[in-house]
């Protein structure tokens, strides 16, 4: 397999604009199938890349315990009934103090404008944050359909949770609200029902079979960008960033992956190659073999750390990941 043909397995649809929104590749409407983009939108750790996995079937975009891990849009593509569902999963949106801090919020609310519906994911159990609130205003514009999600519902009472839906909608008003909880499924089945009936008729966007547009190399760098978070802690993970320089398939059909990880400091390289090695083999270890899976092809990762002083100015590095650098 090539390395052209690798980089296409997951996602193999041109984009353009902010939903990237592929030339449509099913039958003409009339056939009774539907299809659009679904903009989740929220304050981070709310649970929207949980929830995009879960009502994708399989995992499409990373997760972690760490605020802001999503840092551009990812597409997850979903079908149920005769619906296409396209998901967008937004960057959290929170108030900005950097230049990346910017861009992403900006790209949170670009994919938001353009979707065809938006979901509003609230974590019930911290209820209305400052985020939120902002999120609610800024909402108040949104002239797509709109549903507001209360997620992790299992944690709080049910009147809690009923004072905290009237909280919510008093501020702004939504077409539909779903209790879910993205972890578990529960309340999911209801959503896609509804979504698979409010979305316009018309063909679809991508194979049937298809359920990301990532492509396959930029998968694998946020797949060990993931585990990057995961294993380090505190502000290090935010001032990092995963590039994969080469995917070569080797004659017995495996392939060559090598990927660099980029820090702003000396410090911060020694941190995550940790003692005589030991936090890098474990991040490689943890990404190759999930990386194995996602190509379902045999992978020999090698992972570099480079020092490369304020990435995060770097308009090359805005550009790869899909955010306007002008932010």
Same mark, same amino acid.
């Given at each position: 397999m090539s390395d052209e043909t690798n980089d296409d397995a997951i996602g193999t649809a041109g984009a353009a604009g902010a939903t990237g929104a592929a030339a449509p590749t099913g039958e003409a409407s009339g056939t009774g199938r539907r299809s659009g983009f679904v903009a989740l939108i929220g304050a981070p750790n709310a649970g929207k890349s949980t929830l995009v996995n879960q009502l994708v079937g399989t995992k499409v975009t990373i997760v972690t315990h760490k605020v802001q891990t999503t840092r551009a849009l990812v597409r997850g593509i979903a079908m149920h009934k005769t619906a296409q569902i396209v998901f967008v999963d937004t960057p959290g949106v929170f108030k900005p103090k950097r230049r990346l801090d910017r861009a992403m919020v900006k790209t949170a609310w670009s994919g938001a404008r353009d979707a065809d519906i938006v979901l509003a994911i609230v974590d019930a159990e911290r209820g209305v944050s400052e985020d939120v609130e902002r999120i609610l205003e800024r909402l108040k514009d949104t002239r797509s359909t709109k549903a507001l999600l209360l997620n992790k519902v299992d944690r709080i009472q049910r009147d809690k949770l009923l004072g905290l839906t009237q909280q919510i909608t008093e501020r702004t008003e939504f077409d539909r609200v779903f209790m879910i909880s993205a972890l578990d499924g529960s309340g999911c089945p209801d959503l896609m029902d509804w979504l698979a009936q409010t979305l316009p008729e018309g063909p679809w966007y991508y194979p049937e079979d298809q359920v990301s547009d990532l492509p396959l190399r930029q998968l694998a760098a946020e797949i060990?960008?993931?585990k990057l978070y995961l294993r380090l802690h505190q502000e290090l993970p935010y001032s990092s960033h995963v590039e994969t320089e080469l995917w070569e398939t080797?004659?017995? %059909? /495996?392939?060559?992956?090598?990927?660099?990880?980029? &820090?702003?400091?000396? /410090?911060?390289?020694?941190? &995550?190659? %940790?003692?005589? %090695?030991?936090?890098?083999k474990a991040i490689g270890k943890a990404a190759r073999e999930e990386i194995m899976e996602a190509a379902d092809q045999k992978v020999h990762l090698f992972l570099f750390v480079k020092v490369r002083e304020n990435w995060g100015?770097?308009?090359?590095?805005?550009?790869?990941? %899909?955010?306007?650098? /002008? /932010?």
């Open positions: 060990t960008r993931e080797r004659p017995d %059909g /495996s392939a060559r992956v090598e990927q660099t990880i980029y &820090v702003e400091r000396d /410090s911060q390289k020694a941190i &995550v190659l %940790g003692h005589k %090695g030991e936090t890098i100015d770097d308009p090359e590095r805005y550009r790869e990941m %899909g955010l306007d650098y /002008s /932010s």
